[in-house]
């Protein structure tokens, strides 16, 4: 069927095959693929990314100066997310007016835009450079935090959401240096071990290791003259998990999963 729509696009007295010549000259190479799969494999099955790349050539026929996209990564895996765009962009350099609506772009696939024209509740809250969105939005009180995917960070402001952003990795941090995994158990201060039962990493941790190294498990291979830790004992011994508290690290997570499903 897209073939047919290709032909009504084109006028005439113009031949298919030269529709497609024209466009494999003047557009990517993927594209070019897809036409090809258009005109002599109308009815093979198309894959996601492909089926997007045949509905912007169809509309390349015409040879359009502005082309507007909604939502073409839609429905798409992040690698067939990144071809589309990478195409549009490809597009948009050759002399036309590309315009696209995406939702939760990924960092990648934002930086491959030029320019964004952020919406938040209808209003226009950014409209720019995707290099001057960390520094706009610091001059305007979100500073970005360090290490944090700058996508991420322009959603939680655009939906108004922007303790998440300080509140994550505040409360974060400590459960991870109290799990047990930096900080063994018996290097804390008799003061600071409580601490260690409250975050949920510590049981996840914990719990991940004795069910990989606990219950009588064999010696690690080791084909070295002299391995430290290839005996389960030592290695038990070097991390603290001495005992089996396999269940007792099991209760708990059940008991916050319980708790989340009821305050949610």
């Known amino acids: 069927m897209r073939a047919f729509a290709a032909e009504l696009n084109s006028s005439s007295n113009v031949k298919m095959e030269e529709v497609i010549v024209m466009n494999s000259v003047n557009d990517s190479d993927q594209l070019s693929i897809s036409f090809h799969n258009l005109w002599f494999s109308v009815t093979t099955p198309e894959r996601g990314g492909e089926k997007k ?92 935090p360090q290490y944090y995917n700058r996508a991420d960070f322009i959603l939680e402001v655009a939906n108004c959401n922007t303790m998440g952003i300080f509140i994550l990795p505040a409360t974060s941090m400590p459960m991870l240096i109290f799990c047990g995994f930096f900080i063994r158990y018996n290097e804390l201060p008799w003061v600071m071990r409580p601490f260690t039962y409250v975050p949920f990493f510590r049981y996840l941790y914990e719990g991940s290791f004795q069910a990989l190294y606990g219950f009588g498990r064999e010696d690690l291979r080791c084909d070295k003259d002299y391995c430290y830790l290839n005996s389960i004992d030592k290695l038990l011994e070097e991390m603290d998990m001495t005992q089996n508290n396999y269940m007792w690290d099991i209760d708990p997570l059940e008991v916050m999963m319980l708790m989340l499903i009821v305050i949610h």
């Open 53 to 144: 790349r045949v509905s912007i050539g169809e509309e390349l026929i015409t040879n359009p100066p502005i082309m507007i996209f909604d939502e073409p990564t839609s429905g798409l895996d992040s690698v067939s997310t990144v071809q589309v765009v990478t195409h549009l962009k490809d597009l948009a350099h050759s002399g036309r007016t590309v315009i696209c609506v995406i939702h939760q772009p990924s960092s990648y696939v934002l930086q491959l835009f030029d320019d964004v024209y952020l919406l938040s509740e209808g209003q226009c809250i950014y409209n720019g450079p995707v290099g001057d969105i960390v520094s706009t939005f610091e001059e305007a009180g979100f500073p970005c």
